[in-house]
């Protein structure tokens, strides 16, 4: 199993540009999830899916888009980039919630952004 | 509204020492899981622990312990004998209620742990 996988590993965009970070897990599972990270602050949730066809804001969701169309892909969009986008974004799945409780996430390698 | 405090923004010892990193929640909510991750200087996040609520006992896995204390809303991680590979930032999490099925974590801000031979 490859895990969960994002593309690119870094992206340079200058502002006003668009672009899709890409996720991908072979685990089945049904929850998936975009954060961000900035220095000081922590991981953030953008949105979050918890099935194909399902999906829900997060903390921090102004000037991003999600889809779910299948289980194994939830493609983050950045629709009009600004330089407070610039971060480092990490996608993560988990199976759903079982008798005991929310299980571990499962983050992908994160993809580094520069947005100038 | 719930949050994850982690006081310490870096720590330093020497290899060999005894590290405690701090974690303080809040929530509202009587059924909560608490979170501790990894990352390291490569940059990926390395699960460590998952405790719920109704669950107060210690946990010891090899060199790791937690010290989870509902009285005072805090989920502590202490590193025994502290190695150099231990080095890294260290991140405690909160999960929210049944929005989301309870998958949606709240991270603290991290403490940066670095060890020196």
């Known amino acids: 199993n490859a895990g969960v996988t994002q593309t690119p590993k870094f992206q340079v965009l200058k502002t006003g540009q668009s672009m899709t970070l890409q996720c991908a897990q072979d685990m089945n599972h049904e929850y998936m999830s975009w954060y961000r990270q900035d220095p000081g602050m922590g991981l953030r949730l953008i949105h979050y899916s918890v099935g194909a066809g399902i999906t829900d804001q997060g903390e921090v969701p102004n000037g991003y888009n999600v889809s779910r169309s299948t289980t194994e892909d939830f493609p983050l969009r950045l629709l009009s980039a600004a330089p407070s986008q610039t971060s480092v974004y990490f996608c993560?799945?988990?199976?759903?919630?079982?008798?005991?409780?929310?299980?571990?996430?499962?983050f992908g390698p994160g993809t580094r952004l520069t947005v100038l | 509204a719930q949050k994850v405090t982690q006081a310490q923004t870096e720590i330093s010892v020497v290899e060999k020492e005894d590290v405690t990193l701090d974690c303080v929640y809040e929530?509202?909510?009587?059924?909560?899981?608490l979170f501790w991750y990894k990352q390291p200087p490569s940059g990926e996040l390395v699960f460590l622990i998952r405790?719920?609520?109704?669950?107060?006992q210690n946990e010891i896995s090899g060199r790791y312990s937690w010290n989870f204390q509902k009285s005072t809303s805090s989920f502590n991680f202490t590193i025994t004998a502290s190695q150099v590979v231990d080095s890294a930032v260290y991140f405690c999490?909160?999960?929210?209620?049944?929005?989301?099925?309870?998958?949606?974590?709240?991270f603290g801000a991290g403490t940066r742990l670095a060890v020196h031979p």
């Open positions: 405790r719920n609520s109704f669950d107060e």
């Open positions: 929530t509202r909510d009587t059924t909560y899981y």
């Open positions: 999490a909160l999960s929210e209620g049944i929005s989301g099925g309870y998958n949606k974590l709240i």
């Open positions: 993560a799945s988990s199976s759903t919630l079982g008798a005991g409780g929310p299980n571990e996430q499962f």
